[in-house]
């Protein structure tokens, strides 16, 4: 909590925008892109969608962020009907509502407690769901950027407007970092950046519906990572909720690929 939102938002935007420029130019990429419209709505809603996100750290107990954050696959699946025109099967809603029960179960055991500390504010509850809903709306444009513009510009846009936005702000309200806190920060920049190429060539290449439910095994990394590296324990009910998400997001992959290929059969037929 000793850094801000805007801070922290910064500190990664200069970081990805370095090795994003850096990659851009030294592959003689268009700088500004291609469909500019899509880019700039990718990242706008970045900007907006991680800076309420860090916010609601802050102001949330952590489980509850947490979940209100994993309502952004749903709000995705939802978005690419009406933008992509997709089509979602009833099966796959299913699976993407278990994925969800799974992740609220792996948070439970920690909202009595949270909740008897802190309580609950109706307002970040909110700005919660917003942030979600503008997480989905960037992975909605970087699918609709596919046909013009690389990944690696597509990540551009995100630092490249968060840097002005949250250098301004900072101007007026940051702190400065000691010691091994440049690093933890550097780190940090590297490893998101590292992720959103990722993501963005999944979403890239990959179906929408069957890529975005994924995001779910963040929630399972965060509990492997407080298992052997914080010594955490978890009892029966939040190993069932890591096999759910496990479950639901296998079983959502494989019904789209046989549902497919059974199409695709019978229309050789």
């Not at 003689?28 to 916010?55: M, Q, S, Y």
């Not at 299913?94 to 994925?99: C, E, K, Q, R």
């Not at 919660?128 to 596919?146: E, R, W």
Request: aromatic share 16%; hydrophobic share 55%.
């Amino acid at each position: 909590q000793k850094y801000n939102a805007p801070q922290l938002v910064l500190s990664r935007s200069i970081v990805s925008f370095a090795i994003s420029a850096f990659i851009i130019k030294r592959r003689k990429l268009p700088f500004f892109g291609v469909n500019k419209k899509w880019l700039l709505v990718r990242g706008i809603a970045g900007v907006i969608a991680l800076t309420i996100f860090f916010f609601t750290l802050v102001r949330l107990p952590l489980a509850i962020a947490a979940v209100i954050q994993y309502l952004s696959p749903i709000f995705t699946v939802i978005l690419a009907i009406f933008i992509l025109k997709d089509k979602i099967h009833k099966m796959q809603w299913v699976f993407i509502l278990m994925a969800f029960i799974g992740v609220t179960l792996l948070t439970f055991y920690r909202m009595d407690e949270d909740l008897n500390e802190i309580g609950l504010n109706g307002f970040w509850l909110g700005m919660g769901m917003i942030s979600a809903f503008f997480s989905s709306l960037a992975y909605i444009a970087i699918v609709k950027l596919k046909p013009t513009d690389e990944p690696i510009t597509i990540v551009l846009y995100f630092p490249m407007l968060a840097f002005p936005i949250m250098g301004v702000w900072c101007y007026f309200d940051s702190v400065m970092p000691e010691g091994v806190e440049w690093i933890l920060l550097l780190l940090v920049g590297i490893f998101t950046q590292m992720a959103q190429i990722l993501m963005t060539k999944s979403l890239h290449f990959g179906q929408t519906s069957i890529i975005v439910p994924f995001q779910y095994f963040g929630a399972i990394y965060a509990f492997l990572i407080g298992f052997f590296v914080f010594d955490e324990r978890l009892n029966l009910i939040l190993y069932f909720g890591l096999a759910i998400i496990i479950l639901s997001v296998v079983g959502n992959t494989l019904y789209r690929h046989y549902s497919e290929k059974a199409q695709l059969k019978l229309k050789l037929k």
